[in-house]
Antibody, heavy 122, light 107 residues
Framework: QVTLRESGPALVKPTQTLTLTCTFS??????????VSWIRQPPGKALEWLARIDWDDDKYYSTSLKTRLTISKDTSKNQVVLTMTNMDPVDTATYYC??????????????WGQGTLVTVSS | DIQMTQSPSSLSASVGDRVTITCRAS??????LAWFQQKPGKAPKSLIYAASSLQSGVPSKFSGSGSGTDFTLTISSLQPEDFATYYCQQYNSYPFTFGQGTRLEIK
């Protein structure tokens, strides 16, 4: 059974760095074809893809946010960590992690975490 | 970045109806398209990948079609649990991008 769970601070101050952890079970990020992504959703708005990390440590980032984002993995702990620097109130959102599965030529989301709401306010 | 545009933005329908949601990509994405369902306060649920392949456990009342730039999600025989917001997403190229969502409401 695949599960993912996000954890991190509920409140951060402007200019601070946000660190979020995705802890997963039911699969290993050392297995070929496994990937984990982060996605966020501001209140009442659409989903926005942030970053992805693959089993072979390849990393991909949102064009508009790549200077602020870092994604990493700890395979032994079954965790993926996302850091976002210089937080601003517009970064207030629910942050989700999700698994990406390779099937043929397709790398698609299948399982999602429940999400964690991060509010940026002084 | 590839822009994904969904239409309509909102849709009212009755239980038992069949509805279709459209998603258009700003450039060709072959069939690298997924659909998600999201209910208020909940995480998205993956429905379809590769434009028309159902995720495991997703009922066959959901179907997807299209290739290139134009795609559709069709839901047949609407039930109360189907009223939600639906998103399309392209994964043909980075950055991955989502549509703005289509809110399906009960008439």
């Amino acid at each position: 059974q695949v599960t993912l769970r996000e954890s991190g601070p509920a409140l951060v101050k402007p200019t601070q760095t946000l660190t979020l952890t995705c802890t997963f079970s039911g699969f290993s990020l050392s297995t070929s074809g496994m990937c984990v992504s982060w996605i966020r959703q501001p209140p009442g708005k659409a989903l926005e893809w942030l970053a992805r990390i693959d089993w072979d440590d390849d990393k991909y980032y949102s064009t508009s946010l790549k200077t602020r984002l870092t994604i990493s993995k700890d395979t032994s702990k079954n965790q993926v960590v996302l850091t976002m620097t210089n937080m601003d109130p517009v970064d207030t959102a629910t942050y989700y992690c999700a698994r990406i599965l390779y099937g043929g030529n397709h790398a698609y989301f299948d399982y999602w975490g429940q999400g964690t709401l991060v509010t940026v306010s002084s | 970045d590839i822009q994904m545009t969904q239409s309509p933005s909102s849709l009212s329908a009755s239980v038992g109806d069949r509805v279709t949601i459209t998603c258009r990509a700003s450039q060709g994405i072959s069939n690298y398209l997924a659909w998600f369902q999201q209910k208020p306060g909940k995480a998205p649920k993956s429905l379809i990948y590769a434009a028309s392949s159902l995720q495991s456990g997703v009922p066959s009342k959901f179907s997807g079609s299209g290739s290139g730039t134009d795609f559709t999600l069709t839901i047949s025989s609407l039930q109360p649990e189907d009223f939600a917001t639906y998103y399309c997403q392209q994964y043909n190229s980075y950055p991955f991008t989502f549509g703005q969502g289509t809110r399906l409401e009960i008439k």
